[in-house]
DNA sequence: GTCACGATTTGT
DNA sequence: CAAATCGTGACG
């Protein structure tokens, strides 16, 4: 499979959004297709860091889609976020987790996605985003973890028949790690 | 310069 | 439910 094109990334991010999840999340040896994300938008959205606008952290979020937007919180996580919408206009996906990996943190740390990851051209190189089957089968839910516009129907999980999060198979059946 | 706070995770 | 732990952005 081949990395996403820019075209993908440079249109509304509620669409880069859902069109993300069942793509494959690849750096270096490590692959793993996208289930769960979240959109930020731009200005508009009280939850989103570009809210308050272009500043130093907020920079990439500004140029062209297709770049990771990488940001520490709570003084020990990394967060990995797709910058969607062409330049000029903010907007981002985040990551929440790919196949056996649950939580955005976990995901970051289970790829070792760093702040050396900031503004990292997605679209080519180690880190990068590689085409794969859409999903067919989206659920949609308020955000997590977010006191700000958090009732926005934000949050896209793949819920595809057979993939590890099909709720429609019993959780004894399925490996350890996709349980829950 | 100072300060409150957070798109989380883990343990009690 | 609370701690861990520090960069960011607002304010002055």
Redesign the pocket.
Known sequence: MKPLPRSFYERDTVTVARDLLGKVLVHGERRARILEV?A?LGENDP????Y??L????RVLFGPGGHA?V???????H?L?VSAEPPGRAG?V?L?AVEGV??????TRAFGVT?DHYGADLTRGPLAILDGPPSARIETTP??????AAELPLRFVGRDKGSPRDFSVPATDLPFYYRR
């Open positions: 979240e930020y939850a989103a860091h570009a308050r606008g500043t130093p952290r907020t937007y940001y520490f919180v709570y003084g020990m996580h967060c976020n981002c985040l929440r649950s939580g955005p943190a976990r995901l702040l955000r997590i973890g977010i006191t700000k």
